[in-house]
DNA sequence: CTATGTGAATTTATTCACAGCA
DNA sequence: TGCTGTGAATAAATTCACATAG
């Protein structure tokens, strides 16, 4: 059981696997083994072994992975075992529908707080969710809330990164299709959904 | 000027350089210099020069690139010259937000249809758009629609892309928190929002 | 004198192949 | 015997450094 320097590249694949033992926890199921995993989640064997090994020592040869113990080492890597507060940026269709969806549940994010800059929509709640004005960015501090999702139209991208930087935000999730300046210290994930379906053509038959 | 086949990992950023090159010739800028365009993107000088040249030969040596130029090229790569039709299935939160997205255009793309299982949603018109039934899907090849999106529930993920491959379609967006097998002339993408925030913590200051 | 274009050097990631443990 | 864990081999991507063209 060695410790590296877990590789950007695990790093990006570590959430897939624990999407895929989670799934494979609630079936009730307690090991795995790495080919079998790798066929569930349209994987490589040795590229699962390879990137456990990297914190590994999880596994029983023989037998394969514990399903549970690799769950809470990959929630401890990514530091998802503490549980996270995010405040969304933007309340609009794209933003709305973040606010909704359920699929943070499982990594152990809550979105607690949605902000948008039209006074129509502030005071309205979404779910249990009561959107504020965009000048209470600066409670996030307070409220202990350091995780942010940006969807607000790309004109406001920059605007909204300074002013959640400057609340004390630590992570940024950007929806908008606009690069983000941030400080070093801050990290800015980026999902474009119109740039990732702009790749799909080239790698379709003419 | 070389052709040199042009590796994934470039064809992840050629939209991020398309994405800058439009908004600056809409500023009315005809060129731009590696070094420019990187500040403005976010990226590294060499890197764009890099893939530039594999298509290459597309600047002028003390003067930068031909903004337009460049345009017609990557768009002429990533096969976005022809224009694509998508169709979009589940129309949830999630899948209505997509249909709304304006995003798409830029890249040529026009969501044309959109499907959904529940029949008290088959009818409603979204934009211009009027929700079909699952059943119809088999008529997307007849339309020449062979991009989809899937943004129905993870359960539903893999019938709904054996659907659409029966009905022809060749590049699939995933929206859906599940592998889907595909045959290897199916090109999928998969975008789970919760496994980018799932990165996030990672990266942040403890 | 500026900025491209590209070989070469370096770093990083993937794949293989198999020793070794349960 | 089955499957992990990992060095070694291979492949790929990034970075550098500079000759070369405008």
């Given at each position: 059981?060695?410790?590296?320097?877990?590789?950007?590249?695990?790093?990006?694949?570590?959430?897939?696997?624990?999407?895929?033992?989670?799934?494979l926890a609630e079936?009730?199921?307690?090991?795995?083994?790495?080919?079998?995993?790798?066929?569930?989640?349209?994987?490589?064997?040795?590229?699962?072994?390879?990137?456990?090994?990297?914190?590994?020592?999880?596994?029983?040869?023989?037998?394969?992975?514990?399903i549970?113990?690799?769950?809470?080492?990959?929630?401890?890597?990514?530091?998802?075992?503490?549980?996270?507060?995010?405040?969304?940026?933007?309340?609009?269709?794209?933003?709305?529908?973040?606010?909704?969806?359920?699929?943070?549940?499982?990594?152990?994010?809550?979105?607690?707080?949605?902000?948008?800059?039209?006074?129509?929509?502030?005071?309205?709640?979404?779910?249990?969710?009561?959107?504020?004005?965009?000048?209470?960015?600066?409670?996030?501090?307070?409220?202990?809330?350091?995780?942010?999702?940006?969807?607000?139209?790309?004109?406001?991208?920059?605007?909204?990164?300074?002013?959640?930087?400057?609340?004390?935000?630590?992570?940024?999730?950007?929806?908008?299709?606009?690069?983000?300046?941030?400080?070093?210290?801050?990290?800015?994930?980026?999902?474009?959904?119109?740039?990732?379906?702009?790749?799909?053509?080239?790698?379709?038959?003419?």
């Open positions: 059981m060695r410790y590296y320097r877990i590789s950007d590249e695990t790093v990006r694949r570590l959430p897939i696997y624990l999407r895929g033992l989670l799934f079936q009730g199921q307690q090991n795995i083994s790495s080919r079998k995993l790798a066929d569930f989640l349209g994987v490589n064997s040795w590229q699962i072994r390879k990137d456990f090994s990297y914190f590994g020592g999880f596994g029983t040869r023989g037998v394969g992975y514990s549970e113990k690799l769950i809470k080492q990959i929630n401890k890597i990514l530091k998802l075992d503490v549980g996270h507060k995010a405040a969304l940026v933007g309340v609009g269709n794209l933003g709305s529908a973040v606010l909704i969806y359920p699929g943070f549940r499982i990594y152990g994010f809550d979105i607690a707080a949605a902000f948008d800059a039209n006074p129509k929509k502030v005071g309205r709640k979404i779910r249990n969710i009561t959107i504020e004005d965009i000048s209470n960015l600066q409670t996030l501090k307070k409220r202990k809330i350091n995780l942010a999702i940006i969807a607000v139209p790309r004109d406001a991208a920059q605007q909204t990164a300074d002013a959640l930087i400057k609340a004390g935000v630590k992570g940024i999730l950007n929806f908008s299709p606009h690069y983000i300046a941030v400080p070093k210290k801050v990290k800015v994930i980026t999902i474009d959904i119109a740039m990732d379906l702009a790749r799909l053509p080239y790698y379709m038959p003419t």
